[in-house]
């Protein structure tokens, strides 16, 4: 079974720019998740999708970030424009509505994200 | 407020020698638990979950935790610990209450691991 994917996995851009990372979770896994990890601290979600609902996007950025899940498979997460503060690795995760009880999620390798 | 609490940012250890990373927990109600395991470069990986039941809980890679709720702690170890157990530790806890169960995460402890 293949894993959580994303890309990049690097990116380095000067801040005020715009970014996108892309996501594609393990088939059939109905939840979505990205988090935020900055150096030095735990993930922390940035919005967790049901199919293509959002479920929560309490702590997301809205003025700067946003996410969609089109056709409830793939995600994008997008930064418009880009902040120092932004620096940080962005980590995709996906879970099984079928096993949603065990709440076990399934992470992605991340895309470290660099504002200059 | 819900939080998760791992007190010690970083750790050293022999290789062979044994590990406790500790975690403890504010909720009101018994949460389940969860520990991940971040190499670097890498995403999370789940080492073991505690939903119920015994409260000694094995894992992967040699690990086990240890649920007590008089002291609302979920403390890992490892009798030996291996050069490649070198890592980040994350422990992980979710509001056991139904709806909406959101995950929040402690700040995590690197571990060293010195030959």
């Known amino acids: 079974e293949a894993g959580v994917a994303q890309s990049p996995r690097y990116k380095i851009i000067e801040k005020r720019q715009s970014v996108a990372f892309w996501c594609n979770p393990i088939s059939g896994h109905a939840t979505l998740y990205w988090y935020q990890q900055i150096l030095g601290q735990g993930p922390k979600l940035l919005i967790q999708f049901q199919n293509n609902g959002v479920v929560d996007d309490s702590q997301l950025p809205k003025d700067r970030f946003s996410a969609e899940r089109l056709k409830g498979v793939d995600s994008t997460l997008k930064i418009q424009p880009a902040k120092l503060e932004d620096s940080a690795v962005y980590l995709c995760?996906?879970?099984?509505?079928?096993?949603?009880?065990?709440?076990?999620?399934?992470f992605g390798p991340g895309t470290r994200l660099t504002v200059l | 407020a819900q939080s998760v609490t791992q007190p010690d940012i970083h750790i050293t250890v022999s290789e062979g020698a044994s590990l406790e990373l500790r975690c403890n927990y504010s909720y009101g109600a018994t949460p389940y638990l969860f520990w991940y395991v971040q190499s670097p470069g890498q995403g999370l990986q789940l080492l073991l979950k505690?939903?119920?039941?015994?409260?000694l809980v094995q894992g992967i890679k040699g690990f086990e935790a240890e649920f007590k709720r008089s002291q609302s702690s979920f403390n890992l170890r490892k009798p030996s610990v291996h050069w490649s157990d070198a890592a980040e530790y994350f422990c992980?806890?979710?509001?056991?209450?139904?709806?909406?169960?959101?995950?929040?995460f402690g700040t995590g402890t690197k571990l060293q691991v010195i030959p």
């Open positions: 992980a806890v979710v509001p056991n209450s139904g709806g909406y169960q959101k995950v929040t």
């Open positions: 505690y939903f119920s039941g015994d409260t």
């Open positions: 995760a996906s879970r099984s509505f079928r096993l949603a009880a065990n709440n076990e999620q399934f």
